[in-house]
T-cell receptor
Framework: GENVEQHPSTLSVQEGDSAVIKCTYSDSASNYFPWYKQELGKRPQLIIDIRSNVGEKKDQRIAVTLNKTAKHFSLHITETQPEDSAVYFCAALDSNYQLIWGAGTKLIIKP | EAQVTQNPRYLITVTGKKLTVTCSQNMNHEYMSWYRQDPGLGLRQIYYSMNVEVTDKGDVPEGYKVSRKEKRNFPLILESPSPNQTSLYFC???????????FGPGTRLTVL
């Protein structure tokens, strides 16, 4: 079955710098890759997603890239701000329509 | 207001005492899921349902049951809870597998 690995587990960046979180997946049939943000004590919320027919998608300071050949996708956050501090989860939808999740990355924005 | 609700939000119980956590959504979503979240392990899917009367096992279904008799409700049943089921539980719903999942507020369960 599908397996999703996410790195790093913790990422600390200076405010204003960029942050990159990477995920790899194993099932080449996976075709949907969302990213969720979970602030402390709150529920996860979708921030961006990408489908397998697209290589990159942007939404203001957030972008996701997908490399189907290498089976990895990445979240890029530019000009980081204090409110970006949270845990970020990647996920991949497998051929059984089950969403398989990465273990999460705790992003810390240093002032 | 479009939302996913879960009840109870907090529950402390004892080993072996059957319990049900309810989940309800008012967005007419076909797809519903239950997750448990434990420190360092991220979100692990327990069960999911692509429509009424259709349920499938996720990664960690042992010790849990679900039912989907109506589109809006997807209760999680622990027939005989054990301490290793102490966790934060989230219910989520979406139109389909490739659509935004909307999460409920979470249920923090402690089994003594």
């Amino acid at each position: 079955g599908e397996n999703v690995e996410q790195h790093p587990s913790t990422l600390s960046v200076q405010e204003g710098d960029s942050a990159v979180i990477k995920c790899t997946y194993s099932d080449s049939a996976s075709n949907y890759f969302p990213w969720y943000k979970q602030e402390l004590g709150k529920r996860p919320q979708l921030i961006i997603d990408i489908r397998s027919n697209v290589g990159e998608k942007k939404d203001q300071r957030i972008a996701v890239t997908l490399n189907k050949t290498a089976k990895h996708f990445s979240l890029h956050i530019t000009e980081t701000q204090p409110e970006d501090s949270a845990v970020y989860f990647c996920a991949a939808l497998d051929s059984n329509y089950q969403l398989i999740w990465g273990a999460g990355t705790k992003l810390i924005i240093k002032p | 207001e479009a939302q996913v609700t879960q009840n109870p939000r907090y529950l402390i119980t004892v080993t072996g005492k059957k319990l049900t956590v309810t989940c309800s959504q008012n967005m007419n979503h076909e797809y519903m899921s239950w997750y448990r979240q434990d420190p360092g392990l991220g979100l692990r899917q327990i069960y999911y349902s692509m429509n009424v009367e259709v349920t499938d096992k996720g990664d960690v279904p042992e010790g849990y049951k679900v039912s989907r008799k109506e589109k809006r409700n997807f209760p999680l049943i622990l027939e005989s809870p054990s301490p290793n089921q102490t966790s934060l539980y989230f219910c989520a719903s979406s139109h389909g597998g490739t659509d935004t999942q909307y999460f409920g507020p979470g249920t923090r369960l402690t089994v003594l």
